[in-house]
């Protein structure tokens, strides 16, 4: 049986929080646009591609180094 994927919009609460990222910050880094978070917080949806690409993102990001050691 498959693991159900969360949603997206959860898990991008949860990146945020988990890398204390602003959501302008997220959406121009993963989706090249500012008022991605914004726009799924209100309801938007993506297409399975741009999930796709959102999730990887959140995959491989690694915290800039300044980031790590206040970690």
Do not use: N
């Not at 159900?4 to 929080?17: H, Q, R, S, V, Y």
């Not at 990222?21 to 008022?35: E, I, N, Q, S, Y």
């Amino acid at each position: 049986m498959d693991t159900p994927i969360p949603p997206l919009p959860e898990t991008i609460e949860a990146f945020l929080t988990l890398h204390d990222m602003a959501p302008v910050t997220f959406g121009r880094l993963a989706a090249k646009d500012p008022h991605f978070v914004r726009d799924i917080r209100g309801g938007r949806r993506v297409w399975p591609e741009t999930d796709a690409k959102i999730r990887a993102f959140m995959a491989s990001h690694t915290p800039p180094v300044e980031q790590k050691r206040a970690a």
